[in-house]
């Protein structure tokens, strides 16, 4: 598939562009959670990485176990990527402000490509009175609408992380097609009378500690005892993304409002009719990165749509 080879060789050169000058990093905002989107991120980010002799990850955090260590001398801090800039969610935008609020407008404080969603303009003015001042901070977008809705001359459009994750050989599909409708906040589509499904739960021992983490917040000798090493998290995360894999392979073609139902689809070989979250991911993504070239994606205006179509595309 070209058009995913074309991908990473981007995906590569704008973090090369994000990271440059870096030689040690501590990632932030560890995705602790059952979005398996987000994990797939993290994991790509990791492949980056590690990728390079060059850098060294110096710390991981998520954001229950961020405990205030800015500490470390001659890092860059860098901020796990995803869709939560804009007051989707909450505590991730103010663990974002709260980690700038720790350093000096010259350190160095990269947060990996977003998409951006400002929910007002309160939302808005958040983000530029945390962020405009700061000489060292330097931001990914995932499409051009959230660099029009960021309205920051520093956003770079890069895609997103997951690309860089290995080629997965996936098993034979089970079904012609499978839906993968959100059920959170972001949901804009519904399908009565048609069987979806969604992520599923994270793993209950994972569920547990998360829980823990959490509840645990602003005790830093317990969070430190509860922080996972590095091989752990990047573990949890790889599993969690070779579920969704797994997931995403069961249907000859997919039908999904996540955008990491997408991109999960097209790295497993399947085609996908893609159908837009409520802040429209997919549609912008997809004109971002994958119009004109060999990805098998279909747009949908919502979920009934995208199965007419799908049972259309099988014929």
């Known amino acids: 598939m070209a058009f995913i080879e074309d991908l990473r ?8 562009a994000l990271l440059e000058g870096v030689s040690r990093v501590h990632i932030l905002d560890f995705p602790d959670h059952q ?4 994990s797939a991120i993290f994991a790509g980010e990791m492949h980056y990485l590690r990728s390079r002799p060059d850098i060294t990850v110096v710390a991981i955090d998520s954001f229950a176990t961020f405990t205030g260590r800015c500490d470390l001398e001659g890092h860059a801090h860098f ?17 974002r ?13 990269i947060q990996a490509p977003q998409s951006v969603w ?3 303009e309160a939302a808005s003015s958040a983000y530029h009175n945390s962020f405009d001042g700061r000489s060292g901070f330097r931001i990914g977008v995932r499409d051009r609408e959230s660099a029009e809705r960021l309205r920051d001359p520093r956003a ?12 997965y050989d996936p098993p034979e599909p089970t079904t012609d097609v499978i839906i993968l409708a959100r059920e959170d906040i972001e949901s804009a589509s519904s399908a009565p009378g ?3 499904f969604d992520w599923p739960a994270a793993r209950l021992t994972d569920r547990l500690l998360q829980n823990i983490r959490e509840r645990t917040i602003g005790w830093p000798a317990v969070q430190d005892a509860l922080r996972p090493s590095e091989e752990r998290w990047v573990e949890q995360a790889d599993s969690r993304v070779r579920r969704g894999l797994e997931l995403v392979s069961r249907g000859s073609i997919v039908v999904t409002d996540r955008l990491h139902g997408m991109l999960l689809a097209l790295h497993a070989g399947r085609r996908v009719v893609a159908v837009d979250n409520s802040n429209r991911k997919l549609s912008s993504y997809a ?3 994958l119009d004109g070239t060999d990805a098998p994606v279909k747009l949908a205006p919502n979920l009934a749509a995208g199965m007419r179509l799908a049972e259309s595309w099988t014929g």
Request: net charge negative.
């Open 9 to 16: 060789s981007t995906v590569r050169e704008r973090l090369g």
């Open 35 to 38: 979005n398996i989107g987000d």
């Open 79 to 95: 901020i796990h990527g995803g869709g939560n800039v804009g007051g989707l969610y909450p505590k991730h935008d103010r663990n």
């Open 97 to 109: 402000e709260r980690i700038a609020g720790l350093l000096g407008p010259e350190a160095v404080l």
């Open 118 to 120: 400002f929910v007002d």
């Open 156 to 167: 770079l459009l890069c895609p997103d992380s997951f690309h860089l994750y290995p080629d």
């Open 194 to 196: 048609v069987a979806t």
């Open 287 to 289: 004109a971002a990165w």
